[in-house]
Nanobody
Framework: QVQLAESGGGLVQTGGSLRLSCAVS????????MGWFRQAPGKEREFVAA????????LYADSVKGRFTVSRDNVNNAAYLQMNSLRPEDTAVYYC?????????????????WGQGTQVTVSS
């Protein structure tokens, strides 16, 4: 059974930075696409960033392009989301996810496994 655990969330001021980590256990992490999603209060879960199994096929939501960077470490079964220039509208619970259905692409529709989420709060 694949399990994901996010860490690194917290409270930060506008313009600050945070680095989220996602530790993956079980399964074959190194061959699956990974993604980051977020859900703000009263809103639907939305896509943030994705990375293919080989560290390529990287995609970002328009709202985070140029500020967030997704990466992965297949040796240590981990994925990361470096978040810079944070804004109050980035406040949300952030989830990492993986899929057994694609090595290159992940979305909320094909994600099989989810972490429990980590809270990110950006104060103005």
């Amino acid at each position: 059974q694949v399990q994901l655990a996010e860490s690194g969330g917290g409270l930060v001021q506008t313009g600050g930075s945070l680095r989220l980590s996602c530790a993956v256990s079980g399964g074959t992490f190194s061959i699956n696409a990974m993604g980051w999603f977020r859900q703000a209060p009263g809103k639907e879960r939305e896509f943030v960033a994705a990375i293919g199994w080989n560290g390529f096929n990287i995609l970002y939501a328009d709202s985070v392009k140029g500020r967030f960077t997704v990466s992965r470490d297949n040796v240590n079964n981990a994925a990361y989301l470096q978040m810079n220039s944070l804004r109050p509208e980035d406040t949300a619970v952030y989830y990492c996810a993986t899929t057994s259905r694609s090595r290159y692409v992940i979305s909320a529709y094909n994600a099989d496994y989810w972490g429990q989420g980590t809270q990110v709060t950006v104060s103005s």
